[in-house]
């Protein structure tokens, strides 16, 4: 917890949360503005340049993040502990590390996922809402960092290649269903990345962080209507995390995330709904054993139990 990993997060949450704002007002201005002709010149010429001149990841600005961040750490304390020792060693032995909880800032996602060195010998392709990947600006640093878009055609040739994946299963819904240091998962109606795993034989590891549950305070109403809206990717979180800097995750906590081991999968080219609902079964068992053998260890209390919806 220092002031240099604080404006290290502020770099990337600003950088995140800025990009869409900017978008936001973009699309207000083509509307409503009568600048809306510099705006319309100004995409056509960004994403004409980025047709011509494809995003590239920038492995040197990657591992100066990660050196930056284990050197200063936002938290407390924020650390990775694997159960299996070789999991995360190769960038070619074709696992899908799917992170739990989302939380509403996501801050394990950041600070003990894509920028750790931790994972830098497996070299993972880390999967985000795929309108990031849009927005002026955003997309370059994402781009850099080795972060796309969680669309099914970006899984898809990834996994064609091969390559190592991380995303998070809950998605806007986890993040709407956010309760301060409530562990709650929204994963059973989350079928689509067992299916893709089963189709390209990839092993499937589950992913917990303890402490993403205390990183903000949220409304918690209307969870109902919020999540319906989620379905057409609208974000319905109404929270606040540090009170020098609302849209910052509360940092005097410990942030231990626990890498479960695999959840081997056998290739099945067509699998059945029946082959996806077994495995996907299979999965969250071992979601919630992985849980359970570490929350004595990391929990607030002990006896807490991991909800699933």
């Not at 055609?153 to 709407?176: C, D, H, R, Y």
């Not at 409530?182 to 109606?189: D, S």
Request: charged share 20%.
């Amino acid at each position: 917890m220092t002031f240099a990993g604080t404006l290290l997060a502020l770099y990337f949450y600003i950088t995140w949360l800025g990009g869409c704002t900017l978008a936001i007002l973009m699309l207000l201005g083509l509307v409503f503005s009568t600048y809306r002709a510099y705006i319309l010149a100004f995409l056509t010429l960004y994403y004409s340049f980025r047709y011509l001149v494809p995003r590239q990841t920038w492995p040197a600005y990657i591992e100066l993040f990660q050196d930056l961040s284990a050197k200063y750490p936002y938290f407390r304390s924020q650390k990775v502990h694997f159960e299996d020792a070789t999991i995360g060693t190769s960038a070619t032995t074709k696992t899908l590390f799917a992170f739990h909880p989302h939380g509403i800032l996501g801050g394990n996602w950041l600070v003990n996922g894509i920028i750790c060195r931790d994972f830098r010998a497996c070299e993972i392709h880390w999967l985000v809402f795929d309108q990031l990947k849009r927005i002026p600006f955003t997309a370059e640093v994402i781009k850099w960092l080795r972060v796309d878009g969680a669309d099914k055609a970006t899984f898809v040739k990834l996994m064609k290649q091969n390559k190592n994946i991380a995303f998070i299963p809950g998605g806007f819904e986890e993040a709407t269903l956010f309760e301060y240091g409530v562990h709650c998962l929204y994963l059973k109606k989350r079928f689509g990345f067992i299916k893709l795993a089963l189709m390209h034989g990839y092993q499937v590891v589950p992913v917990y962080s303890f402490g993403e549950e205390f990183t903000v305070q949220c409304f918690t109403g209307f969870k109902q209507l919020r999540v319906w809206l989620n379905r057409y990717k609208i974000p319905t979180t109404f929270f606040i995390g540090r009170w020098s800097c609302f849209f910052l995750p509360k940092n005097d906590l410990d942030m231990n995330t626990v890498i479960g081991k695999p959840v081997v999968l056998p290739q099945i080219s067509s699998p059945t709904p029946e082959d996806i609902q077994k495995y996907h079964s299979i999965y969250m068992n071992a979601v919630r054993e992985l849980f359970d053998r570490h929350k004595a260890k990391f929990a607030a209390d002990p006896n807490v139990e991991l909800k699933i919806v």
